[in-house]
């Protein structure tokens, strides 16, 4: 049976548990300052204080629910499946410290300014009555009741940009090492290797310019003949050939190695083995 994935439109569970417990501490605020509350300039001071006050409570609440839980993973026996990956992530940079809890605090400070006065607009268009008092508590209770709605989705919007700027800085380390492998590859390859046999390749240019889309089978050249020993350990080893000469030998200009029966030299003095020698 196959799973379905989780809606791109639709805000993940840890999104909803966070903007629903935002907009209830701030509607705790709210709700319980509107007695108090007797003119236009007391409410905006209210909501004012509400809004300043979440950052400092959600950071606190933050810290206090990854300490218990870190609390809860740390003391699991060993046996449990993924406990390996589960402790390093626990350990990783982006799970320690205090600046994560202030983070998710700033957060809340931004969602909820966003998030507020979002819902105020819906709410002031469901009701557009005259702004008196009753007016007024119905377009707050309204808001109030959007307000975890619009929380849930800016918190799922900040989820998103999150992964979309690691996974574009993931790519950009990914780019800046590519080259540097690539001239690896390249560099430890031979920078010449038997060519193909010419008249191949002479009679497909011809076809090609007559207009024929079907061009010759490029035959290798005739293979090369093991004529080559190399002088290891005090004897003789071989026959190889120049190609296995410097993928099995790995020889260097300093390697003795001689053809045949001939005398013995460095290969740095043949010439036709200057392409196969190994830097050093």
Known sequence: MKIPSWPAWFPYPISWLRGF??????????????????????????????????????TFLHY????????????????VP??????????SKRCSGTWRHWREGLNAFVVLFFGFFFSLFVGALIIAAPSDRESSMWKLTIALSCLPVATAYLYQYDLWARRRRAAKQERRSQNSTAPAAKQKRRSSAPTNLPDPNPIEQELN??????????MRPVRQAAPEVADWYVFRSGKAEGPYTKLQLWEVQK??????????????????????????????
């Open 64 to 79: 206090l629910t990854a300490a218990t839980i870190e609390a809860a993973i740390t003391g699991l026996p060993s046996q």
């Open 251 to 280: 020889i260097t200009a300093r390697t003795k190695v001689r053809r045949g029966d001939g005398d013995w030299q460095r290969a740095g003095e043949v010439s036709e083995l200057t392409k196969y020698l190994t830097q050093q």
């Open 21 to 58: 417990v935002l907009s209830r501490i701030f509607g705790f605020f709210v709700i319980s300052g509107i007695p108090e509350v007797s003119n236009t300039g007391d409410f905006f001071i209210l909501l004012t204080v509400a809004w300043l006050v979440q950052p400092f409570l959600f």
């Open 82 to 91: 993924n406990y390996d990956r589960i402790h390093q992530w626990l350990t």
């Open 205 to 214: 240019q011809l076809s090609a310019d007559a207009g024929a889309t079907r």
